[in-house]
């Protein structure tokens, strides 16, 4: 009896020792320490000293207690390496998976789960170390800000992830997707076709045609595509994401499909220059000309007055666009020059209007330097009592961001300003940020909805919910509410629904010269009396 037992349990340990070789073998692979070879052979060593006991008790006719006792001993010293080895494994490989986590989450965006910008940097290395040509997309979303603030930062994140998740799919395994961060994404592919990045382009522009359902909004958002090639245009990886940037930059400004990375995009530098040059020519002999965009006025159907914009006209009959010259004046003292030229001018044809039987309020556009400007108050009274003009035809226009650059000081000119009894309106609304705290501490009269939230009101619910929550919050601070943008009779009704006070665009006039202005307002007062006839 004694016989069996300590055979018996001498050769469960040498199955034992037997099942501990697999993982002491894969623990020495993977860790490659000197310390597991020495155990593996210790254990071979065991396990041929374990058989050779056997042999020995199993050639003795009977067994004595200590016997007994040397197996029980070298069964408990097999368990023991049995649990060791198994011990050791499982936390080896808790260790590798935690390792390999971090390495993950190191080159991916916790977000999305996509590829991160060091993974983008990482792979753009490989590529230009290997002389491998790449084409780099750079994506960004098309007023991605607005969502978030509108709809918090919640359905924002939401929205980045489907989004994330609807390229991924659209996209060819061999082509990678890379979260920049915020709303930008990267696209790396290595075919060096000519129509390969307009193929990317197509799938990436109809990934994004579809409305995502989140939380309880349907979202629809586009996208600006930068691209650029190595190494044709750039030998660095800086080089590269800069010159992606940019072209991402012109997409979004002339809402093109996709720009391709040229040297002129750089240039835009040089324009500037030259424009600077010719501006203060163009201030002293006055070489400029200020047309009108009608404001209707939705109540009545009829025209309450118009926007003053500036016009530059060239030697060629073209005109250079405000958005370029404008942004050049206000780097030098030359815009001031030119807002006291607009306000002159519109005191001088709000009077001709007058005298035409026109009573129609203008609007002006102030700039951030115009409010930093110590003498804009006296200059704005000195105009107000020069023309003896009544307070209600003159509104002027400030941006978000022009009023958050030095909100102390611009509230004190805003004040001033508004105590000699014109109204300001905060123009492009929505486009800025805190918003609601302008609204708060300024003295507005009036909020113009940015454009952009215009546009797709009869197809977009969420712009839909901007636009109304904006109106009803214009109406509960006691603001009216203009709607910029307007082109076409489903967007004019719908903003006449909603209970928007005026509305401006295209679908009721472009901005005119003067005098078209003036011929455009008669006929059509005659044409809405018409109609109220009808
Ligand atoms: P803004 O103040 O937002 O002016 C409205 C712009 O939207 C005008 O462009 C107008 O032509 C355009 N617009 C009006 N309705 C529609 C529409 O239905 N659809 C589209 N797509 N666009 C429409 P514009 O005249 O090129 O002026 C651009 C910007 O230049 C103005 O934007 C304003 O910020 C600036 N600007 C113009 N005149 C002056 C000025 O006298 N002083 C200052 N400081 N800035 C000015
Ligand atoms: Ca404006
Ligand atoms: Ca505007």
């Known amino acids: 009896m004694l016989h069996v037992f300590a055979l018996s349990i001498i050769l469960l340990g040498t199955i034992l020792l037997l099942f501990s070789l697999g993982p002491v073998n894969h623990i020495y692979k993977t860790d490659n320490n000197a310390g597991w070879r020495v155990l593996r052979a210790l254990v071979l060593f065991f396990i041929a000293g374990y058989l050779g006991v056997s042999y020995y008790f199993f050639l003795q006719s009977s ?19 049995a649990l060791v080895v198994r011990f050791s494994l499982s936390s080896l490989n808790k260790l590798e998976q935690s390792a390999a986590a971090e390495r993950s989450n190191a080159l991916h965006d916790s977000l999305t789960g996509l590829p991160n910008r060091k993974f983008l940097m990482d792979c753009l290395q490989e590529h230009i170390d290997a002389r491998r ?6 994506l960004d979303l098309n007023r991605f800000k607005q969502i978030n603030d509108a709809l918090g930062h919640y359905v924002g994140d939401l929205l980045l992830i489907r ?13 990678q997707l ?5 709303d930008e994404f990267a696209i790396v592919s290595t075919k060096d076709e000519s129509a390969h990045t307009r193929h ?44 992606g940037d940019l072209a991402m930059y012109a997409s979004k400004k002339h809402s093109n499909l996709y720009t391709e990375y040229d040297e002129s995009l750089e240039s835009g530098a040089a324009e500037k220059v030259h424009i600077a040059a010719q501006l203060k020519e163009a201030i002293s002999l006055e070489k400029f000309e200020l047309w009108y965009q009608p404001i209707i006025d939705l109540s009545t ?16 009959g073209s005109y250079i666009a405000p958005d370029k010259f404008i942004k050049v004046a206000e780097q030098s003292a030359l815009i001031n020059r030119i807002t006291e030229w607009v306000m002159q001018r519109v005191s001088e044809d709000i009077e001709s209007f007058s005298g035409s039987g026109l009573e129609l309020c203008i609007h002006i556009n102030l700039s951030v330097k ?19 003009m009544k307070d209600h035809k003159l509104m002027l226009e400030v941006t978000e961001s022009a009023m958050m650059t030095d909100i102390a000081q611009v509230k004190n000119t805003m004040q001033q300003i508004s105590e000699a009894g014109l109204v300001f309106s905060i123009d492009d609304f929505g486009t800025g940020y805190s918003s609601l705290a302008l609204l708060r501490d300024l003295p507005v009269g009036q909020i113009k909805i940015d454009r952009s939230f215009i546009r797709n009101i009869a197809n977009s619910n969420a712009d839909l919910a901007i636009v109304k929550s904006t109106i009803y919050l214009a109406q509960n601070l006691g603001c009216n509410i203009v709607a910029e943008g307007v082109e076409d009779a489903e967007t004019a009704n719908l903003l006449t629904d909603l209970g928007c006070d005026f509305v401006q665009g295209y ?4 901005p005119q010269r003067r005098d078209d202005f003036v011929y455009f307002v008669q006929q059509y007062d005659q044409q809405s009396a018409v109609l109220l006839v009808k």
């Open 301 to 316: 159907n009829s025209i309450h007055g118009a926007e003053a914009l500036l016009r530059w006209p060239q030697a060629d």
């Open 200 to 243: 990317i382009v197509d799938i990436i522009h109809h990934s994004l045609e579809t409305t995502f359902e989140i939380e309880d909004y349907e979202l629809s958002v586009s996208a600006s595509i930068g691209v650029t090639h190595f190494p044709e245009n750039g030998q660095s990886i800086g080089v590269l994401l800069q010159q």
């Open 178 to 182: 890379f979260r920049l961060g915020g």
């Open 370 to 388: 115009d409010l930093q400007d110590p003498m804009i108050v006296s200059k704005v009274r000195k105009v107000l009592t020069k023309h003896a």
């Open 133 to 138: 040509y790449f084409n780099l997309l750079i």
């Open 63 to 81: 067994l004595n207690a200590a016997d007994v006792m040397v197996s029980t001993i070298m069964f408990a010293g097999a368990c023991f390496v």
């Open 163 to 175: 989004v994330g998740q609807k390229l991924k799919q659209a996209l060819p395994s061999d082509i």
């Open 507 to 510: 679908y009721y006039s472009k």
